[in-house]
């Protein structure tokens, strides 16, 4: 089994930044690819980036291009999620997720454990 644990969100003004983070432990070595999903009020979740553990590849949404930054400590079992120029439309419950699949992509049903989230709140 794995276990995740995200951490880092908080209230910040639009414009600002925040990093989260996802401590895996457990069985990591059983899984490929780490991603991070949000989940934003009345709205169901979505994907928000991935990267892969050995090689660090990593995919984004079109939300998350060109202001989040995913990255990852190999050694330490640890994900990030940079996040910049943050926005209103940001504000979501973030969930860290690991995925025993090579190539999850950005379904949800590929990633088999989860986080129990974080709150990031974005104010205008």
């Known amino acids: 089994q794995v276990q995740l644990v995200e951490s880092g969100g908080g209230l910040v003004q639009a414009g600002g930044s925040l990093r989260l983070s996802c401590a895996a432990s457990g069985r990591t070595v059983s899984t490929y690819t780490m991603g991070w999903f949000r989940q934003a009020p009345g709205k169901e979740r979505e994907f928000v980036a991935r990267?892969?553990?050995?090689?660090?590849?990593?995919g984004y949404s079109d939300s998350a291009k060109g202001r989040f930054t995913v990255s990852r400590d190999y050694a330490k079992d640890m994900v990030y999620l940079q996040m910049n120029s943050l926005q209103p439309e940001d504000t979501a419950v973030y969930f860290c997720?690991?995925?025993?699949?090579?190539?999850?992509?950005?379904?949800?049903?590929?990633?088999?454990?989860w986080g129990q989230g974080t709150q990031v709140t974005v104010s205008s």
């Open positions: 990267i892969t553990w050995r090689d660090g590849r990593t």
């Open positions: 997720a690991a995925s025993v699949v090579e190539y999850p992509g950005y379904l949800e049903s590929n990633y088999a454990h």
